[in-house]
């Protein structure tokens, strides 16, 4: 019989407390000191541990009652890191402590020599789990002296505190092992104590039964579920990030139940597909009750249910079995082979996403209740597809449930109170009308595995040519922490904040005043016609009608003159203009699905005002370790993608062979269903590189001084099924520091066969790993060895993009599963997409030669006839291959005729690359992306040049 819970809220505020003191018992490590003491030279002593314990009430005890003796908080803190696990003198409390830093210490390997590594006092940088490293160490010690130490016991208060200040320290300032940042460091050791001393209180009942701390294990509790399901088919943006929101509100509410309520565990991993915590090793955990019976499974589903009442059922699940992360016999002189290390089994709770059902029991009552108001025919709520429409009117109206109109309303209404974001589509939209979702993915899944490609970074490079005297890094709880923190790091603060400066602010709206003659929802949105069949959208703020619209697009639609709808100001006077003059406006419901149009109200006495409101036109609708959606006006999807490209090889440089990113955008307009965008970007999405591509290295150039090795890769032709594009390209690697010093840790890459002058045996960095889906390990060899004749395995990175000009169009976006390229449409011998990435930049380079290069550019008329000229001819011939000579001759002519004498000031590079992307068939594609659906235009041209022909 599984026993009871109530022992952990008798000893919360214990548990809390120690967790906690797991979190500051390296807290010395956030200084100047530290830094300066573990420099090269070293300068001075760490801060000394009275630094700290001043700060606490000396007093402070914990555990006051059996089954754990009592421990001052003091000793926790500077006892709990450091010395024996079988140390007598010390409390049983500050051993486990001790048990729970070495057991997370797998990752801490030796360098060969204690110096090793050592940094500059004035320039230790940290460094990502990808080897990129940031700004130098600075001002360490007053983030410690400024942690709110009063709050000690508010857990909430204290952890954000904490938090913030030891994630900008360090948990070893040595290279290569400066990628653990110290709070993933204690973060990790805290969860672990947590998770022992709950699973020690649920399980002993006497001090004298209390178990060797080096006998500790622990278990993962997962909550997952396939998120897609639930959001995905959202018909708005308010009802997506409504979804969203949703869901996670009940996964807060879990959190919160196993972190404080009943402290026996911590969440370590969230994304859309749910939560991951750190449990006791109590096999029957969750059969445990509380004073009322209910048992932990009963209480999670309760917690979950008080959010999603019954529309959906979560259920769930922990280990089989638990795990004691670095082997309890490890010294520092175990040999790998001679350990049994057991890293965080986390890999396949993140693949499972279980399709989630309501509770048969609510639903039957949900329908009856609709029944039983007089609603028997009703049809289901159109968000979230189990609830009945209702009951009142204006959700009926709207064909979804009073529950998800309430959800929606409010978050309209936070939005009216911090109007400097959107949640509208219409405002998004750019000035032709349409929208970008921006879609993208970092393939981690082969990071997350114990043998995966952590174990392609080394703590030790090989020692004069001696492959086995490199020593390979662990995947580690605190390391795979760091992995997807760093991806989940990347989209927030490399995308996400930098949108505001690659989009500019947009502003004024405009606000309607007035008469109404019925009254309306309050925050819910409605539509006005400034000109038959030109909607405006407008929400009802408290008392005013607020349009939430791109008022350049309405403006050009109503038939305005380009002057008065060249900028957001000019539009907003225009449209203020139009709308003051009208003694009515009539407001309607927004789009009904059956096409009609139904009057809501009338308004009179109009007074139209423009509010110097300025807000950013994105919307994030995904952000999680592994995928980022976005949504930002079509005319700036390019500008966003180029600034993605350029983050990731700044940052992933050095592993970007073995972590390709997948960047794609699907363009719509504005009236457009969300979720069959959002269904075209998850279809998008699945394409993958594989990491054992092979590829030959045809040329090779270290560049020394800038430590940047430049490369051309072709596909081998001994590969069967390979795409008939994408068969080389150009792409640099970096293999320096911070400091500008050669990196010797991270740069590698996997080689299938070397060149036949140059076998392994003759290079100096070398060392073996295991290849993913290779059964036997695979050489590694630093980047800056690799010679021309390699074969190399590499995933490449790609870039996609598709026009949804009807709804089904997303059906087609379909791909093959070894070559990553689309399935042929019908009318296609052969396809052109997905591009590598890298042909993003040859793409830019073309399009400024022939479109914005004012010395040779041609008109829209002249693109358009060159295209014409070229897919007629391809499609006639039926070309099988894209490398047809014949077809390469006729491009040649075509593009020579049509650029007349101005052909010759184009370089030969470049005309040769207009030849092969005109033959191939991606130069339909190029102006497929820029006329036809970015709708490009330049500006008029000069007298000038007009006289002399070049437009």
């Known amino acids: ?345 986390i890999t396949e709770w993140l693949k499972e996403k279980r399709v989630v059902n309501p509770d048969l029991a609510w639903t039957k009552s949900s329908w009856k209740m609709a029944a039983d108001n007089g609603k028997p025919s009703c049809e289901p709520c159109l968000i979230s597809g189990v609830r009945p429409q209702g009951p009142s009117q204006k959700a009926i109206e709207r064909k979804v449930s009073d529950f998800w109109l309430d959800r929606i309303g409010k978050r309209s209404k936070e939005w009216a109170e911090k109007p400097e974001s959107t949640i509208w589509m219409s405002e998004i939209a750019d000035i032709n009308g349409r929208v970008a979702l921006i879609a993208a993915s970092l393939d981690i899944s082969h990071w997350l595995t114990p043998d995966g490609l952590v174990n392609t970074l080394l703590v030790i490079p090989p020692q004069q040519g001696d492959p086995k005297s490199a020593k390979r890094k662990t995947p580690s709880f605190a390391r795979l922490r760091r992995v997807w923190k760093t991806c989940e790091g990347f989209w927030e603060e490399s995308v996400k904040g930098q949108l505001g400066g690659l989009l500019d602010t947009i502003g004024p709206r405009l606000t309607i005043a007035g008469d109404l003659d019925r009254s309306l929802a309050p925050y819910q949105a409605y539509e006005i016609y400034p000109r038959p069949g030109i909607s405006l959208e407008v929400m009802l703020d408290k008392r005013n009608l607020v349009a939430i619209a791109n008022l350049q697009y309405v403006a050009r639609q109503v038939g305005a003159d380009t002057e008065d709808y060249s900028t957001p100001d000019r539009a907003a006077q225009c449209l203020a203009k139009q709308l003051g003059e009208r003694e009515e406006i009539v407001i309607y419901e927004p789009g009904l699905s059956d096409g009609r149009q139904k009057v809501v109200a009338h308004l009179r006495n109009i007074r139209v005002m423009i509010r110097q409101d300025n807000y950013v036109p994105a919307i994030d609708i995904l952000s999680e370790p592994q995928q980022f959606m976005v949504l930002v006006p079509a005319a700036k999807g390019l500008e966003v993608i180029h600034h993605i490209k350029s983050e990731y090889e700044a940052k992933f440089s050095k592993v970007k062979n073995r972590l390709p990113l997948h960047l794609s955008i699907v363009f719509f307009g504005r009236k457009q269903p969300l979720y069959t965008a959002v269904d075209a970007a998850r279809r998008m999405l699945r394409r993958s590189s594989s990491v054992g591509t092979v590829w030959l290295v045809e040329k090779v150039v270290d560049q020394p001084d800038s430590h940047i090795v430049k490369m051309t890769l072709s596909r081998t032709t001994e590969e069967a099924g390979l795409p008939q594009l994408n068969s080389d390209f150009e792409t640099e690697i970096s293999y320096g520091t911070g400091a500008g010093t050669e990196d010797d840790w991270y740069p590698y890459v996997f080689v299938q066969d070397t060149a036949t002058n140059k076998p392994l045996s003759d290079r100096h960095f070398v060392f073996q790993a295991h290849l993913p889906g290779h059964a036997v390990e695979t050489p590694l060899v630093h980047v800056k060895e690799l010679q021309e004749g390699d074969k190399i395995h590499y995933a490449p990175s790609t870039f996609d993009f598709e026009f949804l000009d009807v709804t089904a169009r997303r059906f087609e976006l379909l791909y093959d599963e070894v070559t990553g390229m689309r399935l042929l449409r019908a009318h296609e011998t052969y396809t052109t997409r997905p591009f590598l990435l890298e042909d993003l930049d040859v793409m830019r380079d073309l399009w400024s030669v022939i479109a914005e290069n004012t010395s040779n550019r041609r008109t829209i008329t002249q693109l358009q006839q060159i295209t014409g000229l070229i897919e007629t001819t391809r499609l006639d011939w039926q070309i099988p291959s894209p490398d047809d000579s014949t077809l390469g001759k006729f491009a040649e002519h075509v593009l020579r005729r049509s650029f007349g004498k101005l052909w010759n000031r184009i370089t030969e590079t470049r005309r040769n690359t207009m030849i092969r992307w005109a033959t191939w068939g991606r130069w339909r594609d190029l102006m497929e992306l820029y006329l036809s659906i970015l709708k490009w235009r330049w500006q008029e041209a000069t007298v000038e040049e007009l006289k002399e022909g070049l437009v």
């Open 1 to 345: 019989m599984a026993g009871s819970l109530e022992i952990l809220k008798q000893h919360q505020k214990d548990l809390l407390l120690a967790e906690v003191a797991a979190w500051l018992h390296d807290c010395r490590k956030c200084s100047d000191e530290n830094v300066r003491s573990q420099a090269a030279p070293p300068i001075g002593s760490n801060l000394p541990w009275r630094c700290v314990l001043d700060r606490l009430d000396p007093n402070l005890s914990i555990f006051q009652r059996d089954p754990i003796p009592p421990v001052r908080i003091g000793n926790l803190i500077s006892e709990g890191g450091h010395g024996g696990v079988e140390d007598s003198s010390q409390p049983w409390a500050v051993l486990a402590l001790r048990r729970c830093h070495k057991a997370a210490h797998v990752e801490k390997e030796e360098p060969a020599s204690k110096d090793d590594g050592k940094q500059p006092a004035d320039d230790t940088r940290p460094s990502s789990p990808f080897g990129f490293e940031g700004s130098a160490l600075k001002d360490l010690t007053k983030q410690l002296e400024d942690l709110p130490w009063e709050k000690l016991q508010n857990r909430s208060e204290f952890r954000k505190a904490a938090q913030l200040a030891f994630s900008k320290a360090l948990g070893d300032t040595r290279r290569p092992i400066n990628e653990v940042d110290l709070w993933s460091w204690v973060h990790i050791v805290a969860t672990l104590y947590k998770a022992a001393l709950a699973g020690i209180l649920l399980t002993i009942g006497r001090t004298e039964d209390l178990p060797v701390a080096n006998t500790l294990k622990w278990r993962l509790l997962a909550l997952r579920f396939n998120s897609s399901q639930i959001v995905d088919r959202s018909p708005s943006i308010s009802a997506l990030l409504a979804r969203r929101a949703w869901i996670n509100e009940g996964l807060d509410k879990v959190e919160s139940l196993l972190e404080e309520t009943y402290p026996l565990g911590t969440e370590v991993y969230r994304d859309a597909n749910g939560s991951v915590f750190v449990v006791p090793d109590v096999e029957d955990l969750l059969d445990y009750a509380n004073e009322n019976g209910q048992t932990l499974r009963v209480m999670i589903q309760s917690a979950l249910d008080s959010v999603l009442e019954g529309e959906i059922i979560i259920t769930p699940q922990i280990d089989t079995n638990g795990w004691w992360a670095q082997d309890p016999k490890w010294t520092p002189k175990s040999k790998p082979d001679e350990l049994d290390d057991q890293p965080l089994p």
